[in-house]
């Protein structure tokens, strides 16, 4: 069974046109993922595989929905005992532990608000979340660094009324979640049911030129990302999908949850500490998965191993995206597989807003064609829409009072940044692209990460990706540095691949020039500096703003 089908006003699409004209979310009155999709398939299907959990130390779960309806249950009860219910903010820090799956679908199901995190969050970003959303629980691993963190952080969080640990360390005064669920009665529903409108989810942005702000999402959400599993994905029914992402991530409810399950595709779950390309085609031969999504990084290192050595027969379906995807890493996967990647673009504020569809035959590095879940429009600076190779900022036209499905409703408790974003019924997504003669859109960056040299506007997206096809490149980071005659020039921060030397000036000349054969000559650095690492977000994304802003100190 395929529960999606049962929010579409047409369950099946003959082509590409019949699909963007005929997608359409019927939307019920109410809606709730725990019960509407988990408790529904365990009343149908009880031993339907919803998830297969397995870790690098050889340990398996396999879960049924009759368990997971079980499991969640349990987890809702032992909440509602601590005395958590509708609209409590709690804090999931659980990396890729089988806890977090147990405890979003229970909070769902009590009516609370998740809010997901990195393990990688310190004592400042603790308190700074707990302060900015009046966090009442957290729910973590018990691992020593993460245990450390929000013990220093529980003296400034002032809301925190509960923190719960999975182990293996558990502190004094926290609770057990294992022995929680076990002691807890059973789950006799909610104290009040949510309603549509209500926050489900809050997720903090990586805040690259300032606060992470916070994205509420209702409890609709999960219906948007039907396009991102269904029609991106292309998760098939029985089969096994595997997304590489941590939970502290928007991209893991985009991958490991909601559109796969709705679509009747066991979730897969790798719980590894490190990524090991050949670690990672071990397990997808092993465990024989279906479809695999990851960002273009995890297959530049895939393509250096043997295929040859792994049974990749039952891969039938790869997408990729967050960052730039080189011809050459999608070429040699194609040879090595057979398999095209299918890119795709959204943010946290959205679920896949552009991509490529099972009708489409990709373009290496195009993000692929808008989803007819939203109205996505090309705009210029002075409001007129793109024509075919201007670059424009893409924009959702939205009604707030009555946003599409998956868009979100605020950055809670921030109205002015919400107006800055949101205003006279358009969505600013804050990211610049053109599309081609055929539709497709191309990336070229953050609206405020454009260059503008000698009258050319410049993207730093399109120079990154040409420099990362470079063997010295290891990471890099395009920002615009001023300049008297020509107002900025494109500069270059780069980290080396470890046999290439940082004094060499003939190797500056020659990524220069390289650039200048790979992209329009006017884009290549002017100035390159090698560096060992580059200033980042908790979440990995760089941080131009800080790049910028040393180049203005250094002048």
Same mark, same amino acid.
């Given at each position: 069974m395929q529960l999606y089908k049962n929010y579409l006003a047409q369950p099946e699409f003959e082509s590409l046109h019949d699909f963007q004209n005929n997608f359409k979310i019927t939307v019920p009155q109410n809606f709730n993922f725990g019960y509407d999709i988990v408790d529904e398939y365990a009343r149908t299907e009880p031993d339907k595989h919803a998830i297969l959990w397995v870790n690098d130390e050889g340990e398996e779960k396999e879960i049924s929905y009759r368990d997971?309806?079980?499991?969640?249950?349990?987890?809702?009860?032992?909440?509602?005992?601590?005395?958590?219910?509708?609209?409590?903010?709690?804090?999931?820090?659980?990396?890729?532990?089988?806890?977090?799956?147990?405890?979003?679908?229970?909070?769902?199901?009590?009516?609370?608000?998740?809010?997901?995190?990195?393990?990688?969050?310190?004592?400042?970003?603790?308190?700074?979340?707990?302060?900015?959303?009046?966090?009442?629980?957290?729910?973590?691993?018990?691992?020593?660094?993460?245990?450390?963190?929000i013990n220093a952080a529980i003296p400034q969080c002032h809301s925190l009324k509960t923190v719960i640990s999975t182990g293996p360390i558990f502190p004094e005064e926290w609770g057990n979640f294992s022995e929680g669920i076990d002691q807890a009665p059973a789950f006799n529903g909610p104290n009040q049911m949510s309603e549509l409108n209500d926050i489900s989810l809050l997720y903090f942005t990586s805040g690259t030129t300032g606060n992470p702000k916070m994205v509420a999402h209702d409890f609709a959400y999960p219906l948007g990302h039907i396009v991102t599993s269904c029609f991106w994905h292309n998760s098939s029914e029985d089969g096994r999908h595997l997304t590489v992402a941590d939970t502290g991530w928007g991209k893991a409810v985009w991958g490991k949850l909601y559109g796969q399950m709705m679509a009747g595709c066991t979730v897969f779950i790798y719980d590894h500490k490190k990524f090991t390309p050949a670690d990672m085609l071990g397990v997808i031969a092993k465990y024989k998965i279906t479809s695999f999504c990851a960002p273009p990084t995890v297959y530049r290192f895939m393509i250096k191993e043997d295929f040859l050595a792994y049974d990749l027969s039952s891969l039938k379906y790869c997408t990729t995206a967050g960052e730039a995807l080189n011809s050459k890493v999608f070429e040699i996967f194609q040879e090595k597989t057979g398999i095209m990647l299918m890119e795709a673009f959204g943010q946290t504020e959205t679920t896949a807003l552009i991509g490529t569809f099972p009708w489409m035959t990709p373009k290496p590095g195009a993000m692929g064609i808008p989803s007819p879940q939203y109205k996505v429009r090309l705009l210029k600076p002075d409001g007129t829409d793109c024509e075919i190779g201007e670059e424009g900022q893409i924009v959702i036209i939205a009604d707030r009072k009555k946003p599409p499905i998956g868009l979100f409703q605020s950055y809670y408790r921030d109205e002015e940044r919400t107006n800055e974003a949101w205003n006279n019924g358009i969505y600013h997504t804050g990211d610049i692209a053109y599309?081609?003669?055929?539709?497709?859109?191309?990336?070229?960056?953050?609206?405020?990460?454009?260059?503008?040299?000698?009258? %050319?506007?410049?993207?730093?997206?399109? +120079? =990154?990706?040409?420099?990362? /096809?470079?063997?010295?490149?290891?990471?890099?980071?395009?920002?615009?540095?001023?300049?008297?005659?020509?107002?900025?020039?494109?500069?270059?921060?780069?980290?080396?691949?470890?046999?290439?030397?940082?004094?060499?000036?003939?190797?500056?000349?020659?990524?220069?020039?390289?650039?200048?054969?790979?992209?329009?000559?006017?884009? %290549?650095?002017?100035?390159?500096?090698? +560096? =060992?690492?580059?200033?980042? /977000?908790?979440?990995?994304?760089?941080r131009r703003v800080e790049i910028r802003d040393e180049e203005i100190r250094r002048c």
């Open positions: 997971l309806k079980e499991n969640t249950d349990q987890t809702a009860s032992y909440f509602q005992t601590l005395g958590l219910g509708h609209g409590d903010k709690v804090m999931l820090i659980l990396m890729r532990r089988i806890e977090f799956w147990y405890s979003i679908i229970a909070l769902h199901k009590i009516g609370a608000v998740t809010i997901p995190a990195t393990h990688l969050l310190t004592e400042k970003d603790i308190s700074y979340r707990c302060k900015a959303a009046g966090i009442k629980a957290i729910v973590a691993v018990g691992e020593e660094n993460v245990v450390n963190h599309f081609d003669e055929d539709g497709y859109y191309w990336f070229v960056g953050r609206a405020d990460d454009l260059i503008k040299s000698s009258g %050319y506007r410049i993207g730093p997206f399109e +120079v =990154e990706s040409a420099l990362m /096809t470079h063997p010295a490149v290891v990471e890099c980071a395009i920002t615009g540095v001023p300049d008297e005659i020509r107002g900025q020039v494109v500069k270059a921060t780069i980290v080396l691949a470890p046999e290439y030397a940082p004094g060499d000036e003939g190797l500056r000349k020659e990524i220069q020039d390289y650039v200048k054969n790979v992209t329009a000559p006017y884009k %290549y650095p002017r100035i390159v500096e090698f +560096v =060992e690492a580059l200033p980042k /977000t908790i979440s990995g994304k760089i």
